[in-house]
């Protein structure tokens, strides 16, 4: 518990308004989208930056620890306050779209920017912000950096850390630093704008964000090509992208995910489907779309496609991308509770992986749905359990364990783009060595000697 003192004197820092600890709050921050459950002694909203700093001064030389939090709707307990102490929460105040720079196509955001509304304010200037996490309508850009998020349109445009040109942060002891700068090209000095991103605030609390914009594309459109099995379909996948195609989005749905789909929402897919890959293309101009459409459909051809359908007005591409938006919920038919990972694998080794996974799964006796962005090689495995049983969950991570082991073999990671947080900390020596581990935990001291900043996240 903090003591009260210490309360008063957020309270002078921030003002008796900005700072909560009564139990309706202490519960409202206590999850996030994995539903575990840690309270913490008091939510602070920061004002500004000046405000951060003082707070982090004063909480480091008191030894309160701190997590900062965008909009909770992290899969792995990034921004869960398990060691209690202080949440920083920035929805309040530090919430505003700072600058669109048209010259030089950046904009300036304050962390607690809802990526949906960016997109929306710069494609109205005629402008691109590209990553698209599947919780673009209320995740911030401020949780976005700190667990470097991908989304749908990775594929083409890649991933958060592309886009980061700059940072400001305030570390541990108050100071204030800038991350990076304005300029396309800038190799003086260590990446520290680099390092911060995906970070999961355990280094830095981040106040200010520099991001690139592109020029939006004037024609896109969506299609959905249907195989008769899930390696049919990855085969599709890494071969057409040798060949040329250069899709925004290129999302797969296996045989389980189909089905669940059609079973709770009563969607219309077609019978003998064992595996759809759904996506986007766009360009500046329509022979573009043909060219990039015509390329998929012959690659797909060629690795056993049965169908293959284009959208010819908004309505269909809304259609077309019902079945992907709507999968995680579906597959609930397979059990309570689904442990989600994201693995990312080399995108030719889509159809090994998810042959294995098959058989992991067949092995401990679970359903494994799979689904997620085959584009870039990120799957979302989802081994669904009972969770009410307490043996069944054992194996369930069991089973996790096995296929993390498994991808890493394959030269994959234990995450794509949910980060580690507390959930996937345990299996961190799966994917490092010691040394490599023990480098993490010097950057770690070097940036939080007194480890106040969001401890124990990512295994450090």
């Given at each position: 518990m903090i003591d009260k003192k210490h309360k008063k004197?957020?309270?002078?820092?921030?003002?008796?308004e900005n700072v909560f600890d009564d139990k309706a709050h202490m519960l409202a921050y206590s999850y996030d989208a994995t539903r575990e459950h840690y309270e913490p002694d008091c939510v602070i909203f920061p004002r500004n930056e000046e405000d951060v700093s003082n707070i982090l001064k004063y909480c480091n030389e008191h030894r309160i620890v701190i997590t900062p939090?965008?909009?909770?709707?992290?899969?792995?307990?990034?921004?869960?306050?398990?060691?209690?102490?202080?949440?920083?929460?920035?929805?309040?105040?530090?919430?505003?779209?700072?600058?669109?720079?048209?010259?030089?196509?950046?904009?300036?955001?304050?962390?607690?920017?809802?990526?949906?509304?960016?997109?929306?304010?710069v494609e109205s200037l005629g402008l691109f912000y590209p990553p698209d996490p599947a919780s673009e309508n209320y995740s911030t850009i401020g949780g976005n950096v700190s667990e470097n998020a991908g989304g749908m349109r990775a594929a083409k445009y890649g991933i958060t850390k592309d886009y980061v040109m700059a940072l400001r942060a305030v570390l541990p002891n108050g100071d204030i630093i800038r991350a990076g700068k304005r300029t396309i090209?800038?190799?003086?000095?260590?990446?520290?704008?680099?390092?911060l991103t995906a970070s999961e605030g355990?280094?830095?609390?981040?106040?200010?964000?520099?991001?690139?914009?592109?020029?939006?594309?004037?024609?896109?459109?969506?299609?959905m090509a249907t195989f008769p099995d899930v390696v049919s379909a990855m085969n599709?996948?890494?071969?057409?992208?040798?060949?040329?195609?250069?899709?925004?989005?290129?999302?797969?749905?296996?045989?389980?995910?189909?089905?669940?789909i059609k079973e709770k929402l009563g969607v219309q897919l077609p019978e003998d489907a064992g595996a759809i890959l759904i996506g986007d293309v766009d360009g500046n101009v329509k022979d573009e779309i043909a060219f990039q459409l015509s390329t998929l459909k012959n690659s797909f051809e060629d690795n056993g496609m049965q169908e293959f359908k284009v959208a010819t007005d908004p309505k269909e591409r809304e259609e077309i991308w019902?079945?992907?938006?709507?999968?995680?919920?579906?597959?609930?038919?397979?059990?309570s509770k689904k442990l989600n990972e994201d693995i990312s694998v080399p995108r030719s080794k889509l159809p090994e992986a998810l042959r294995e996974i098959a058989a992991i799964g067949e092995k401990y006796g679970f359903k494994v749905p799979c689904f997620g962005h085959a584009g870039d090689g990120n799957i979302h495995v989802n081994v669904m359990v009972d969770g009410s049983d307490k043996e069944q969950l054992k194996k369930g991570h069991e089973a996790i364990e096995e296929i993390f082991k498994l991808v890493v073999d394959m030269g994959g990671t234990l995450s794509g783009e949910h980060g580690i947080g507390l959930s996937k900390a345990p299996f961190m020596d799966i994917a490092f060595n010691e040394s490599e581990i023990n480098l993490f935990r010097s950057i770690k001291k070097a940036f939080d000697p007194n480890n106040i900043l969001n401890p124990n996240k990512m295994g450090l």
């Amino acid at each position: 518990m903090i003591d009260k003192k210490h309360k008063k004197a957020f309270a002078k820092i921030v003002g008796e308004e900005n700072v909560f600890d009564d139990k309706a709050h202490m519960l409202a921050y206590s999850y996030d989208a994995t539903r575990e459950h840690y309270e913490p002694d008091c939510v602070i909203f920061p004002r500004n930056e000046e405000d951060v700093s003082n707070i982090l001064k004063y909480c480091n030389e008191h030894r309160i620890v701190i997590t900062p939090r965008g909009a909770g709707s992290g899969f792995t307990g990034g921004a869960l306050p398990a060691n209690g102490g202080v949440v920083l929460a920035f929805e309040k105040h530090m919430n505003k779209i700072l600058e669109i720079d048209m010259e030089n196509m950046l904009a300036v955001v304050q962390p607690a920017v809802v990526n949906m509304d960016l997109q929306k304010k710069v494609e109205s200037l005629g402008l691109f912000y590209p990553p698209d996490p599947a919780s673009e309508n209320y995740s911030t850009i401020g949780g976005n950096v700190s667990e470097n998020a991908g989304g749908m349109r990775a594929a083409k445009y890649g991933i958060t850390k592309d886009y980061v040109m700059a940072l400001r942060a305030v570390l541990p002891n108050g100071d204030i630093i800038r991350a990076g700068k304005r300029t396309i090209k800038d190799v003086a000095g260590y990446n520290i704008a680099g390092i911060l991103t995906a970070s999961e605030g355990t280094l830095a609390v981040i106040t200010e964000i520099t991001l690139k914009l592109l020029p939006k594309p004037r024609f896109a459109s969506s299609y959905m090509a249907t195989f008769p099995d899930v390696v049919s379909a990855m085969n599709a996948v890494f071969k057409s992208l040798a060949s040329g195609a250069n899709p925004v989005a290129m999302e797969f749905l296996d045989s389980l995910s189909v089905q669940a789909i059609k079973e709770k929402l009563g969607v219309q897919l077609p019978e003998d489907a064992g595996a759809i890959l759904i996506g986007d293309v766009d360009g500046n101009v329509k022979d573009e779309i043909a060219f990039q459409l015509s390329t998929l459909k012959n690659s797909f051809e060629d690795n056993g496609m049965q169908e293959f359908k284009v959208a010819t007005d908004p309505k269909e591409r809304e259609e077309i991308w019902f079945a992907r938006r709507n999968v995680s919920q579906s597959i609930t038919i397979y059990g309570s509770k689904k442990l989600n990972e994201d693995i990312s694998v080399p995108r030719s080794k889509l159809p090994e992986a998810l042959r294995e996974i098959a058989a992991i799964g067949e092995k401990y006796g679970f359903k494994v749905p799979c689904f997620g962005h085959a584009g870039d090689g990120n799957i979302h495995v989802n081994v669904m359990v009972d969770g009410s049983d307490k043996e069944q969950l054992k194996k369930g991570h069991e089973a996790i364990e096995e296929i993390f082991k498994l991808v890493v073999d394959m030269g994959g990671t234990l995450s794509g783009e949910h980060g580690i947080g507390l959930s996937k900390a345990p299996f961190m020596d799966i994917a490092f060595n010691e040394s490599e581990i023990n480098l993490f935990r010097s950057i770690k001291k070097a940036f939080d000697p007194n480890n106040i900043l969001n401890p124990n996240k990512m295994g450090l």
